[in-house]
């Protein structure tokens, strides 16, 4: 991502990873560190065949994950991986979020001892 662009934008996600269903399937993917099959993704992360297949498919273009299909016992067995290029991805988005989160802990604690007098949410009732 450009440099000017972050800047304009505050934070700028990776939008292939940010959307919640892709986090997850990429988070599922680099905790488990090995192959998985589409019916454990499918089942772990409580998602219709049709919405998993077409978040795959998404991830394998941008080159997150790979995909490999084969026939066992007369079934097609489908297996899902994350690349390297995956992996990376994932570290960079996490990596942005941490430096957020910092940022809006610097930006939102009041001067002092760190501690607010007026708890956040109340309106001087």
Do not use: C, W
Not at 77 to 105: C, D, N, S
Not at 117 to 122: E, F, M, R, Y
């Amino acid at each position: 991502m450009a440099g000017s662009e972050r800047d304009k934008e505050g934070f700028a996600p990776d939008r292939v990873i940010h959307e919640p269903v892709r986090l997850q399937i990429i988070s599922y993917l680099a905790a488990g560190g090995k192959q998985v099959s589409f019916t454990e993704l499918k089942e772990k992360l409580d998602l219709t065949a049709g919405n998993l297949s077409v978040q795959l498919k998404r991830l394998e273009e941008a080159g997150y994950i790979s995909i490999n299909k084969s026939i066992r016992d007369r079934k097609s067995l489908t297996r899902v991986a994350l690349t390297r290029r995956g992996m990376e991805a994932l570290r960079q988005y996490l990596g942005e979020l941490e430096e957020m989160i910092e940022h809006l802990k610097k930006s939102t604690t009041p001067p002092g001892n760190g501690q607010s007098k007026t708890p956040v949410g109340n309106n001087n009732k």
